[in-house]
T-cell receptor, first 114, second 117 residues
Framework: DAKTTQPPSMDCAEGRAANLPCNHSTISGNEYVYWYRQIHSQGPQYIIHGLKNNETNEMASLIITEDRKSSTLILPHATLRDTAVYYCIVRVAHSGAGSYQLTFGKGTKLSVIP | NAGVTQTPKFQVLKTGQSMTLQCAQDMNHEYMSWYRQDPGMGLRLIHYSVGAGITDQGEVPNGYNVSRSTTEDFPLRLLSAAPSQTSVYFC????????????????FGEGSRLTVL
């Protein structure tokens, strides 16, 4: 699986949009971009994923650049409950992939400030 | 719907003792896995299973054993506990690894916090 690079920490004012960047310059054509978050010491929680098109769900939006070498997770109106570590992960997502491992880096610690 | 259930939530062991961390899911998921998380680090894969009777090693398998006799259960066994195995352990499951059919998302349990003295 491709390696990702994320800033170690970011701050965001409550109510503002939080934009979390991720670099994955070695991503291959069959690898998806996944985002998870971990609130305090709880189990990680799935947020969103995408292959090459921008995606939106009830939690967030995912913007993937045209060359797919980077992406941005957008939390449109951050709340205090969004304070967490956010992980950007790229992985193959088809059967017979030969690798069923999610590689978690250290992620970005997002602090939402009142 | 309970999701992924891990037991126990907390455990203290002495060096050399053995124990089993239990993981059960009620979502009929094919894929199950165990991760460990150490302070300041991301999660590292220990073992995983793509179906009943099928298991394989992840990034850090030494000192751990797994089996998958049913779809629902995926226990993690510590054979002879060492202080280096002090960690938080997470079990995760997924309906399928294939993102094209569904999201391919992993559902995580709440974690089991293990201390080895």
């Amino acid at each position: 699986d491709a390696k990702t690079t994320q800033p170690p920490s970011m701050d965001c004012a409550e109510g503002r949009a939080a934009n979390l960047p991720c670099n994955h310059s070695t991503i291959s054509g069959n690898e998806y971009v996944y985002w998870y978050r971990q609130i305090h010491s709880q189990g990680p929680q799935y947020i969103i994923h995408g292959l090459k098109n921008n995606e939106t769900n009830e939690m967030a939006s995912l913007i993937i650049t045209e060359d797919r070498k980077s992406s941005t997770l957008i939390l449109p109106h951050a709340t205090l409950r969004d304070t967490a570590v956010y992980y950007c992960i790229v992985r193959v997502a088809h059967s017979g992939a030969g690798s069923y491992q999610l590689t978690f880096g250290k992620g970005t610690k997002l602090s939402v400030i009142p | 719907n309970a999701g992924v259930t891990q037991t126990p939530k907390f455990q203290v062991l002495k060096t050399g003792q053995s124990m089993t961390l239990q993981c059960a899911q009620d979502m009929n998921h094919e894929y199950m896995s165990w991760y460990r998380q150490d302070p300041g680090m991301g999660l590292r894969l220990i073992h995983y299973s793509v179906g009943a009777g099928i298991t394989d090693q992840g990034e850090v398998p030494n000192g751990y054993n797994v089996s998958r006799s049913t779809t629902e259960d995926f226990p993690l066994r510590l054979l002879s506990a060492a202080p280096s195995q002090t960690s938080v352990y997470f079990c995760a499951s997924s309906y399928s690894w294939v993102a094209g059919i569904n999201t391919g998302e992993l559902f995580f349990g709440e974690g089991s916090r293990l201390t080895v003295l």
